[in-house]
């Protein structure tokens, strides 16, 4: 079973910055791939992000391609999604989650409770 448990969530004005990170419970952490989803009111979930368990290969999706960075700590069994230039459609629960094997699936089956970001104009 893996525990996952969101921080760094919060408000902030339109082009400012926020980093969330999401530790983890286990002793297996770099076998897991990570990422990040989210859901504004209203829609549905998405993908944001994801990362290998090695830290060496990184994915995004368009919306956040160039502002997002996403990073793991192995020895912190930690993800980090460092968030710049944050517009008020980034507003959303934001969400930890992870599966074992090499790619963040669609649907992982470990999740974190979520952190608000909300985006002001």
């Known amino acids: 079973q893996v525990q996952l448990v969101e921080s760094g969530g919060g408000l902030v004005q339109a082009g400012g910055s926020l980093r969330l990170s999401c530790a983890t419970s286990g002793r297996t952490f770099s076998r897991y791939s990570m990422g990040w989803f989210r859901q504004a009111p209203g829609k549905e979930r998405e993908f944001v992000a994801g990362i290998r368990g090695s830290g060496q290969s990184t994915y995004y999706a368009d919306s956040v391609k160039g502002r997002f960075i996403i990073a793991r700590d192995n020895a912190k069994n930690t993800v980090y999604l460092q968030m710049n230039s944050l517009k008020p459609e980034d507003t959303a629960v934001y969400y930890c989650?992870?599966?074992?094997?090499?790619?963040?699936?669609?649907?992982?089956?470990?999740w974190g409770q979520g952190t608000q970001v909300t985006v002001s104009s």
């Open positions: 989650a992870a599966n074992s094997g090499v790619v963040l699936t669609a649907t992982p089956p470990y």
